[in-house]
Each structure stands twice: as structure tokens, then as C-alpha cells.
């Protein structure tokens, strides 16, 4: 079975700038959480999305917003990127409807905002 | 590869060796665990979890414990192999709450051969 697949794996955005990530997950999951992971705050949630509705939001800043499609599919986009928006963003997938907690992890996309 | 943190803790081990990384979580209400080994130029992946109801779990090498009196959390890992190297997190839930992680700092384990 596949993994989770994020693309770009990299992004070079300018301050101002807005951007959009994807993510899709394993076959049959359908629960994706996105995470930004920084050397200074470290790994931070930002956002879940079950059966096209957002669970649950961490504490960012509206620019920050997500999505997800029917086919489980995750789009996650940031509006008017800041310096401090530089980081990599993970996406995470699981099953959902509590049938197991694990998480699965993406590669990431490395977002340099200049 | 990516950096995951500047100043992370570091645990340095020989190989063969038994390695043991602890975690302090910080919400007493967290019922469910997860330990995650990230590479550089990876996302974290998934080792062992454990529930709020046991006090010891253990994988293929590995074994969690988790001490709720002291919120503390450990993991184990025996025979350590160069190939474990690379940054460990703990994570925490409240599967009541919802499905969000809260994740410790990690730690850096090197494995001297």
C-alpha cells in the first residue's frame, strides 16, 4: 500500500506570496492532519480534516486554512506568507472512525518564504 | 537534509548497546502515546504507541513505558543499530479531544560503531 504522498516536496515563495500544499493520503484513510515543524517551535498541529470537515484547529493564524476533498485529498494553503512561515509541513494520515490511532507521516514540503 | 532542531538533546550510544530516550509529557489528561523516529529528509515515522491503561508495551526491539504518576514516558531500545539514528519524539492525545498531537522536543540518538 502507498504511503502518504505530499507535493512540492519544495517551495521558494516570496514574502507576501500566498501557497497552497497537498497531500494525499494512504488508501483508505480518512482522517489527514497537517503539522508544521520548525527548529525553534519544533512539530505544532495546525489543522485535521475527517470526511471533508475540520475537527480540530491548532493555534495559527487565520492565513493559515485547509481543505479536504471526497476522495480523502488534502490541500492545505497559507495567504500573505510571512519570514516566519519558512518550515516543513508534514501531513499525517490515519483511518479515523476510531478504529486506530496511528498516524502516518508524509515526507513534507519544504517551504523557504525569502 | 532538513534540520529538525538546532539544539536538541542528544543521546550517544555504541552499538549494540541498549538505548533509553525519555519523554516528560505535560498533559495530565493525554491517554494515548505515540513514539515517532525521524531521518533527515523524512517525516516521522510511526514505532510504537501505547494506551493510557497500560504501563508497558513492547515492539520488535523497542518497549514504552509510561509512568502516569510522574507523566513520564520512555522508550527502549535494545541491540541499537546504526540505523537508529536519527531524532526521536514523544507524542501525546486525548482521543476524547480529538485527533491532534502535541509533541515533545525530541531527542537526537547517535549510534557509534
Known amino acids: 500500500k502507498a504511503g502518504v504522498t505530499q507535493t512540492p516536496r519544495y517551495l521558494i515563495k516570496t514574502r507576501g506570496q500566498q501557497v497552497t500544499l497537498s497531500c494525499s493520503p494512504i488508501?483508505?484513510?480518512?482522517?489527514v492532519s497537517w503539522y508544521q515543524q520548525t527548529p525553534g517551535q519544533g512539530l505544532q498541529f495546525l489543522f485535521e480534516?475527517?470526511?471533508?470537515?475540520?475537527?480540530n484547529k491548532g493555534n495559527f493564524p487565520g492565513r493559515f486554512s485547509g481543505r479536504q476533498f471526497s476522495n480523502s485529498r488534502s490541500e492545505m494553503n497559507v495567504s500573505t506568507l510571512e519570514l516566519g512561515d519558512s518550515a516543513l509541513y508534514l501531513c499525517a494520515s490515519r483511518p479515523g472512525g476510531g478504529s486506530s490511532y496511528e498516524q502516518y507521516f508524509g515526507p513534507g514540503t519544504r517551504l523557504t518564504v525569502t | 537534509g532538513e534540520s529538525v532542531g538546532l539544539h536538541l538533546p542528544t543521546l550517544s550510544v555504541q552499538e549494540g548497546d541498549n538505548s533509553i530516550i525519555n519523554c516528560a509529557y505535560s498533559n495530565s489528561a493525554s491517554d494515548y502515546f505515540i513514539w515517532y523516529k525521524q531521518e533527515s529528509g523524512k517525516g516521522p515515522q510511526f514505532i510504537i504507541d501505547i494506551r493510557s491503561n497500560m504501563d508497558k508495551r513492547q515492539g520488535q526491539r523497542v518497549t514504552v513505558l509510561l509512568n502516569k504518576t510522574v507523566k513520564h514516558l520512555s522508550l527502549q531500545i535494545a541491540a541499537t543499530q546504526p540505523g537508529d539514528s536519527a531524532v526521536y519524539f514523544c507524542a501525546e492525545n486525548t482521543l476524547n479531544a480529538g485527533n491532534m498531537l502535541t509533541f515533545g522536543g525530541g531527542t537526537r540518538l547517535m549510534v557509534k560503531p
Open positions: 480534516y475527517f470526511s471533508e470537515t475540520q475537527r
Open positions: 488508501s483508505g484513510h480518512r482522517s
